[in-house]
């Protein structure tokens, strides 16, 4: 009898993704559907990576080197310096979006078996891309009454075995919002040095910071070997289909390995380097509309969701998520039900529920994930809806 692998058993369900028949559902009754489940922005992708593209003039559509184009790479080198980042274009691979950053991390770096430590809640897919690697997820708990900040040290320590070798942060935080500072990050890098783990940083939302400036991992000093850096321009420039990222760091010997699986998937994608070059281009005030326009749409959320009883959101210092706690008996339950039995005037919302972010069973069952990527009037829109499903959703808790 022919039977899929146990890595195929085991490959977790997108908890973004996974209600998405409940909605196309949804949507074929009429009513309408407000997204707040996932990170897809809004914003329109610039016109110069767009043109760029369009204007591109050869023959052939060759493969690019491994390690991305060199052009791009340099102007790589030419971003990060902007942001405090002093790295060579030697130290840059380009990968098919950060997803792939993320999964060369693993393969790279750790055996099957080995662990990785990620505080929760995180971003889910770092379950899919641990199961692909057959790393094993320790995850250790931050809490909503505080925000989400980074756990104690002593957390840390009393997860740590043998078989750990690396330590996941995402700053400013998916699905959480919350922005890690200098001193946290000071602190990852004492454990680091202390159990020679690596620390893998995914720093998606760079741009996106409301609550103080963004350190960078690849700014900590005296822990070059260990640092690795996976970056994306999905939500930087509004371009989640270009699927260009990049794996980041000064540690050569990784690098090697790392460029070893680059090969074996040939190249990243061709045209997506193009767009992505072009956008280096941009002007260095390019982000602060983006950014004036999240924080505006994440003030209108928070201020709408506490408003309501029962209900508490921390207000995020960055990204375009924010993590609510609402009073219900399941969130997986309750988002089907939004879209599977309720609306308000033709309307209904959908958010992703918080169990899917979390690795250890159990927790997040009151919390949802919303995703501030739609414009103000239809996020107060959405939380009218919320506020009516709330009322009167069967297995609301007291």
Request: aromatic content about 10%.
């Amino acid at each position: 009898m022919l039977t899929i692998s146990k890595r195929g058993q085991a490959m977790p369900p997108s908890p973004i993704r996974k209600l998405v028949p409940y909605a196309e559902a949804a949507k074929k009754k009429g009513t309408k559907v407000y997204h707040l489940n996932i990170g897809q922005p809004d914003i329109e992708t610039p016109k110069a990576m767009l043109d760029a593209v369009r204007h591109a003039d050869f023959k052939v559509l060759e493969y690019s080197h491994s390690a991305g184009n060199e052009s791009y790479r340099r102007k790589l080198v030419e971003y990060y310096h902007k942001v405090g980042i002093t790295v060579n274009h030697n130290q840059i691979i380009v990968t098919t979006g950060g997803s792939e950053a993320i999964l060369f991390g693993f393969m790279a770096c750790l055996d099957p078996g080995d662990e990785v430590i990620i505080p929760e809640p995180f971003y889910a897919n770092y379950n899919g891309f641990a199961v692909s690697a057959g790393v094993i997820v320790k995850p250790i708990t931050s809490h909503i009454d505080n925000g989400f900040a980074l756990p104690p040290i002593e957390e840390f320590e009393k997860a740590i075995t043998p078989k750990t070798k690396a330590i996941v942060v995402c700053n400013p935080n998916n699905p959480t919002g919350y922005l890690y500072s200098r001193e946290e990050m000071e602190v990852l890098k004492q454990i680091i040095q202390k159990h020679n783990l690596f620390l893998f940083a995914d720093e998606a939302y760079r741009e996106f910071c409301y609550a103080g400036e963004h350190f960078s991992a690849m700014q900590l000093e005296g822990v070059d070997n260990h640092v690795v850096l996976m970056d994306t321009i999905s939500k930087r420039y509004s371009a989640c289909g270009a699927r260009i990222g990049a794996f980041v760091t000064r540690n050569q010997e990784l690098l090697d390995a790392a460029m070893k699986f680059a090969q074996a998937r040939l190249s990243p994608p061709g045209f997506a380097q193009i767009a992505a070059e072009a956008a280096i281009d941009l002007p260095d005030n390019y982000f602060d509309a983006t950014k004036a326009e999240y924080q505006k749409r994440r003030d209108v959320l928070v201020s709408r969701l506490n408003a309501m009883p029962g209900v508490f959101c921390p207000n995020p210092g960055g990204a375009f998520y924010a993590m609510a706690k609402l009073p219900i008996d399941d969130a997986d339950r309750f988002c089907q039900w939004l879209l599977e039995s309720f609306s308000y005037e033709g309307q209904t919302v959908m958010l992703a529920p918080a169990t899917g972010f979390y690795g250890t069973p159990g927790l997040g069952k009151q919390e949802v994930r919303l995703a501030y990527v739609l414009n103000a009037e239809a996020i107060n829109a959405a939380m009218d809806v919320l506020e009516k499903a709330l009322e009167a959703y069967p297995g609301k808790l007291a």
